[in-house]
């Protein structure tokens, strides 16, 4: 399978991280994906999951755990999710508004 080919399903968000030297970890991530490939190449013993994406808005956080990032990148993400949901809401409530 080609590599650029994209795959049936769109990831939801892509994260990578990198331990850092001296200690703790780096983590990247993002929910915003333009043009992401997503798909196995090679095949039987030489197949491996292909991943190809440009990650835009991304998150980079630093910490002392795997865990620790994790939960503060899900954390910055719901929060975000909730806003949007609170101004939707809002702007649905000013249109109902009689004028």
Do not use: C
């Amino acid at each position: 399978m080609n590599a650029r080919v994209p795959s049936t399903g769109k990831p939801a968000f892509i994260m990578t991280g990198i331990e850092r030297p001296g200690g703790g970890v780096r983590l990247y991530a993002s929910r915003d994906l333009p043009g992401v490939f997503f798909g196995v190449t090679g095949q039987d013993d030489t197949a491996a999951w292909h991943v190809d994406a440009d990650m835009r808005h991304a998150l980079v956080i630093d910490g002392s755990s795997w865990g620790e990032v994790f939960a503060r990148a899900f954390e910055i993400w719901g929060n975000h999710d909730r806003a949007v949901e609170v101004d939707a809401a809002r702007r649905d409530a000013r249109r109902e508004l009689p004028r």
